[in-house]
């Protein structure tokens, strides 16, 4: 006796629960129940689970019967012949959808001829156990499960060709590759993903070798002709938004070029892009700094007096201009409204990114490097028949990680190039290395890929053969561009006087607690303090109580707010974020002293 | 034995002097020996650490660097040993931190001749494993009617830890509250004062069921293995103060990890030597190369005081000079309140002090001060 559960709830009991799920399952596949319901038997509880309800992974499996696949080859020639469609299959009985509890029961297949009288499934595909982006990865069977996911993780990286609508859209952080290409060595989830529709990389020549020891530590090579000819490049486009908002009081802000009396007024020159409405012209070459739309805002606080002031108020500039370290061309410029009914003004820039030392470049198969060096066309390596790479990879990448489909691929490329044609390499059922090999004998090349390659700044031959072939690149979103940061002076925060963080802030980089220490144990007192001085500052300290002093430039007056005027005031260095915790001690009502002395 | 001139003596530590006496050829010329040790000396000088040299934050790092590699291996170690031990870096701080009770405590008993040849191995272990009374019963309940406790005894489990009646009768006669009586099988333990609760009945058995019957207090596991032409027992749990006692341990091998026991039985310096011990056995393990001095520094501040102190705010920390120095480890706000109370003066003495200050900190080319003050007109 075996009880029935309906979504979780008791329903009733059962004397053959094998035989109930059977009948069932046969029910399902003749349609009288939905194809989503799934009809799981526990085996250890003795109990049947049917779940009809919502937020259950589904997957499709082709129905076994009697060691035979009921989905037939007459199926598959219907298909092709678009006589029927997949739901006729589901219909026919043919495919089921089961769940992850209903896959308990079932004994499934991994490939047709595997199949025995035990089997009730069998595998659509053995590529349905990997994701879209995973399946991506040609020859991934070749590799470690990890690689696998680093390579499937660093696609969705990639720059491409994310809508074909780009160009009057608004989105944040947008790169779009300038000649993107659809891969040589692809897979069947290449077609059924229509890729051609959004490719996001290039294929290219890649020789496995050093080169000067600029490709150590994943960094890879690129030639300077490449770059010319266009590879890797790719445009860079960010929106700046201005909104005139509406404040109480009826004021409002104002999109326009500022007057010269606004609070806060830049420079003539940083107004120069602005047409008369104050928003800049497209085509524009904008840099650091320029405005790209001007705006003025009502004054922040309105005193009394302000209001009975014959003068009018004077108004804050509020403008939107390039941070630091941003250029560009405005791209596009958009007047509309917000769902307030304000006015929006959504600008757009562009900025063109050539590939450049610190761009990060990967393959398919995870192994992803920076550009290490960027080398003129005539100092590559070339081989006999003029073939001169486009990225040298450093071959330290490959033994540890044991990414043997990146070899291939490599390989794959290279026949395909040569022969004209699109390699298949869809994992577990790719074109055979051996085929790819035999190609490459056939057209006159070694059969392991390599080729002498001769020294492109001496001219000699390479004692070694070099492996070299076409590969699939793909240009990472990662771009130095977007993250070189250094400073010397800059902003500062206002309460503790110490420099700001982060690289939007122009901030310092932080010789932190651990970095102190290091100077510390090397002994260089004096080196430590000239580092730590950061916020140094000259506070007055009066000697009779104490307390910081108060230094009157106005009148020329020193006095202590506790002692009075008749004491000796010294003026003492100290860190001005110390300073800060004296204050903080007093608002504890703890009275902190500094007792001075004589240094010598 | 080669003679050494008395000045050469103070000028170098003992050992050093031994490995010359027995290295030096006996024939040796008084010039080429007066040569030899001045060299000896010029090395030993130079190879001392300098003024102002910032040993403990040297020996912090180099503890510190290769802790963060112990991280990672940590885990690997887990479950491998017969006995599930605590190493890397979980036991290290817990050894720093000198935490009273620490997660496996173990000793490694050593014997006595002829035991430690492996005689009576077996027996012996025995003797010193903890039994309990509800080691060897089989089923406890209570009784509520007759508000007593009834024990079924497992006859097999005390054949096993060599417990007999007597054992139980007298360990259970010794108690004032309860009155034991045994019959067969059947242990019935009865309150002396009558119509106890039945929450005073529950904590009785409890207490009942962890009543000592024979072993070592705290031995709660028992592990005899060969190591080196010699039988010791490995076991779980620690009793330093009883097992020194037992007639057929050797007490001079005999060692426990647990560092406050040992301070407790032999005193500081033992505990100073088991700690360093403790700590360098872990980072060897670990395959780490941690110079022994470094640890030796840091366990001879923990143990200056004559007590194990922790590398922590209730511990070496709180007996730092400074206010600000002990402010800005942890719970400033208690530090700076707390000396706000008394009226504390910071002297500006240590490194952290200055650091706050921006002042050149008093350590390494910081420490030099001029001693004479200018007398000017």
Known sequence: MSDVYLNGKFVGTTENALG??????????????????????????????????????????????????????????????????????????????????????????????????????????????????????????????????????????????????????????????????????????????????????????????????????????????????????????????????????????????????????????????????????????????????????????????????????????????????????????LLTENEEGNKLIQVRVRDQRVPEIGDKFTSRHGQKGVVGLIVPQADMPFSASGIV??????????????????????LGGKVGALSGRYIDGTTFDAEPEERLRKDLLDMGFNENGTETLYNGLTGEQYKAKIFIGNMYYLKLKHMVANKIHSRARGPIQLLTRQPTEGRAKEGGLRLGEMEKDTFVAHGASLLLKERFDSDRSVIPICEESGNIAVRDILRNKSYCPIAGENVTINDIEMPYAFKLILDEFKSLCIYPKIELEEKY | MVTIQKEYLNALPKKVIDDLKKELPKDISEKKLQKILDECVATYESMKVDPGESVGLVSAESIGEPGTQMTLNTFHFAGVAEMNVTTGLPRIIEILDGRKEISTPMMDIYLAEPYSKGEDIKKIALQIKETKLKDVASEIFINIADSAIEITLDRSAMKAAGITDAHITKALSGAKAVAAKLSGDALNVKAKSKDLSINDLYKLKEKVRVVHLSGVKGISQVLPVKRDDEYIIITAGSNLMD????????????????????????????????????????????????????????????????????????????????????????????????????????????????????????????????????QGK
């Open chain 1, 20 to 333: 109930f799920t059977e009948k069932l399952r046969e029910e399902r596949r003749k349609q009288a129940i939905p194809p989503s319901v799934s009809i799981y038997h526990d085996e250890e509880s003795d109990e049947v689970q049917i779940e009809s309800i919502k937020g259950r992974t589904l997957r499709p499996l082709i129905v076994v019967k009697n060691g035979r696949a009921v989905l037939t080859e007459r199926h598959i020639q219907q298909l092709e012949k678009k006589e029927i469609t997949w739901s006729d299959l589901v219909k026919q009985g043919a495919i089921e959808y089961l769940d992850a509890s209903e896959e308990e029961n079932a004994y499934i297949a991994f490939r047709e001829q595997d199949i025995t009288p035990e089997h009730t499934h069998l595998e659509v595909s053995p590529l349905a156990m990997l994701g879209l982006a995973a399946s991506l990865v040609p020859y991934g069977n070749f590799n470690q499960s990890t690689r696998l996911n680093a390579g499937s993780k660093n696609q969705k990286q990639a720059l491409g060709f994310y809508a074909a609508n780009y160009p009057v859209r608004m989105d944040m952080d947008v790169n779009i590759l300038h000649y993107p290409q659809k891969p040589i060595v692809n897979s069947i989830m290449h077609d059924v993903s229509k890729y051609e529709k959004h490719p996001v990389g290039q294929n290219i020549v890649v020789a496995i070798m050093s080169y000067k020891g600029y490709n150590m530590e994943d960094a890879i090579i690129i030639n300077q002709g490449s770059i010319d000819r266009g590879f890797g490049r790719s445009s860079y486009f960010r929106p700046a938004i201005a909104e005139e908002l509406r404040y109480p009081g009826g004021l409002v802000d104002e999109v326009g070029i500022p007057d010269k009396d606004v609070k806060g007024y830049k420079s003539e020159r940083d107004y120069r892009y602005l047409e008369g409405d104050g928003i800049v012209y497209p085509e524009a070459v904008v840099d650091e700094g320029d405005v790209i739309i001007g705006k003025t805002s009502p004054p922040r606080f309105l005193s009394s007096m302000d209001e009975y002031s014959l003068t009018t108020s004077i108004r804050r500039e509020s403008s939107v201009s390039l941070k630091h370290g941003e250029k560009g061309v405005i791209d596009f410029v």
């Open chain 2, 243 to 374: 097992v020194l006692g037992l007639p057929y341990v050797n007490p001079k091998k005999t060692v426990t990890n647990n560092i406050h026991e040992v301070s407790e039985v032999l005193g500081i310096e033992a505990a100073r030597q088991a700690t360093i011990n403790e700590v360098f056995k872990v980072i060897e393990s670990q395959g780490l190369n941690v110079d022994i001095r470094h640890i030796m520094l840091v366990v001879d501040t923990m143990t200056a005081s004559g007590e194990i102190k922790g590398i922590t705010r209730y511990g070496v920390v709180s007996e730092k000079a400074s206010v600000l120095a002990r402010a800005s480890f942890e719970t400033p706000i208690k530090h700076v309140l707390n000396a706000a109370l008394i009226g504390e003066r910071d002297e500006l003495a240590s490194v952290v002090e200055n650091v706050m200050l921006n002042q050149p900190i008093p350590a390494g080319t910081g420490l030099p001060q001029l001693m004479v003050k200018a």
């Open chain 1, 389 to 410: 790479p486009d990225i040298i990879f450093s071959p330290h990448g490959i033994p540890s990680r044991m990414t043997i489909s990146h070899l291939i691929e490599l």
